[in-house]
């Protein structure tokens, strides 16, 4: 069932996988929701669910209270931010932008910083969960930014989201949703040598999930998606090419914040060698496919 907030004005860029989702579910929740993706064929669902599809972030702007930016990363919420025909050229003072693109926390305070200057409040809203939780708004949302307009706005957050953190000021939330994409990376990479490994002693990968999941050691990734990566079924909620590009980000933070994340390094390492053969467009979880035909080089 869909939580209530009164009826808003909301626009959507970046209508992706993750996007997509979340739109359809602000439909059902009966607000007014208008999209612009760059390629345009991927807002072909929001619209028949009855969105109105514009053609620039601009435009989106113009016609929204609120606007959540779902792209790729920093280089893109700046184009859409402020590139051409962007969200501040047709922006209002009062506007409000939600950043749920996973990106640095460094350039999330930059961002916000620069929408200050034009009158727009930005929060760095970044969230847990795929398009298969956002559907019925199940995500995990962090928040940070002005808290007076979370507060304002924090009906929309709580139906797109079934759990808000509000984490304090600017770059917060970007900083703890790069330590869960950590966790993310580390476990699919875990279970797939774990798997990998019990295949190679021919043993059913199923019964090693089994006993994992008898344990304190199992994760929702054991006990839910791990079948689905055993039967080799890797149909993407969140790709691999973007697990890697937040492998990137996360060395990136962390080498601004002056520490060594030595797994994340190599991890990053195994993921780049994934995208170059050819894995990056399927789900994330691919990375067992990598590894199974790797393993015996
Ligand atoms: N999927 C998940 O489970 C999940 C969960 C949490 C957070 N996220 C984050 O949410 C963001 C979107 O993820 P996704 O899974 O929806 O990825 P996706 O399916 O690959 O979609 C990426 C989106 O970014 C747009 N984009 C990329 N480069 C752009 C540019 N230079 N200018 C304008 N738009 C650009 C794409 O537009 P085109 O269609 O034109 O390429 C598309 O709308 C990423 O930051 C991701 O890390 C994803």
Redesign the pocket.
Known sequence: MCKKSHHMRIGII??????NAVGLHILKSGHELTVY???KS?TAELERGGAVVVDSAKQVAEKSEIIFV????A??VR??AFGESCISCGGRDGMVVAD????NPIDSKEIASEFQKKGITYLGT??????NVAITGQLVMMVDGDRGTYERYRSIFETVASKVFYLGESGTAHAIKLAMNLQIAMLALALSEGITLARSASIDPKTFLEILNSTYFKTGMSETKAYKMIDGSFEP???LR?LK??LDTINEAAKAFGIKLPMSTKANEVYQKAVDEGFGDIDYTGILKYLMESARE
């Open positions: 970046g209508t992706g996988l993750l996007g993706n760059r390629t991927k779902v792209v790729k990363n280089d893109a184009k859409v749920m693109s996973t990106i970044p969230v847990m969960g795929g398009p909620t969140f790709t973007n590009k937040d």
